[in-house]
T-cell receptor, first 116, second 114 residues
């Protein structure tokens, strides 16, 4: 069974600085998707960024980028120029590329605080 | 386009009772998944429905059930509630079951069992 591990329960960053959230996963599959979701205090889960395992290029979405290391099964999220609105719980998630296993497997989350 | 909606947003029930939660997916989305979120266990997959059929199920007891209607709206039911069922229940929809399609989450239903 696949597992996702986020080793940092809480992180803090100064506004305008850069922070990296860690995520490792375990799978025997070669094709899969990885995601970072953000859950602000309002609780609406929002997709931040996604990565297809077959793509070597790291995904980037504006201030958010990932460092995908397939061999090491590592998928970290870098937030540049942190803003107060980035404060939230961040969840790393895995999804198999097999159509019958469409559910997301989540890590425990990292609570990010942004200091003004 | 309206997002995923869940009703009710908050619910308080007593042990032993049953509860039904509702989820309306984004228009055009045919797949609906349910997740339970608790501080201790985190986010856990409950089940997925597609075209009115349960396609995938997580490791939860039979007290947790669901269904999907022809308009893709989904309900989940928890019978004989236990204190441990207190959680945020999230619904997520996506256009199709192809894993490349994104899942969009609703705001959740906060269930408190007393």
């Amino acid at each position: 069974a696949q597992t996702v591990t986020q080793s940092q329960p809480e992180m803090s960053v100064q506004e305008a600085e850069t922070v990296t959230l860690s995520c490792t996963y375990d799978t025997s599959e070669s094709d899969y998707y990885l995601f970072w979701y953000k859950q602000p205090p309002s609780r609406q889960m929002i997709l931040v960024i996604r990565q297809e395992a077959y793509k070597q290029q790291n995904a980037t979405e504006n201030r958010f980028s990932v460092n995908f290391q397939k061999a090491a099964k590592s998928f970290s999220l870098k937030i540049s120029d942190s803003q107060l609105g980035d404060a939230a719980m961040y969840f790393c998630a895995y999804r198999s590329a097999r159509g019958s296993q469409g559910n997301l497997i989540f890590g425990k989350g990292t609570k990010l605080s942004v200091k003004p | 386009k309206a997002g995923v909606t869940q009703t009710p947003r908050y619910l308080i029930k007593t042990r032993g009772q049953q509860v039904t939660l509702s989820c309306s997916p984004i228009s055009g989305h045919r797949s609906v998944s349910w997740y339970q979120q608790t501080p201790g266990q985190g986010l856990q997959f409950l089940f997925e429905y597609f075209s009115e059929t349960q396609r995938n199920k997580g490791n939860f007891p039979g007290r947790f059930s669901g269904r999907q209607f022809s308009n893709s709206r989904s309900e989940m039911n928890v019978s004989t509630l236990e204190l441990g069922d207190s959680a945020l229940y999230l619904c997520a929809s996506r256009r199709d079951r192809d894993p490349s399609y994104e899942q969009y989450f609703g705001p959740g239903t906060r269930l408190t069992v007393t």
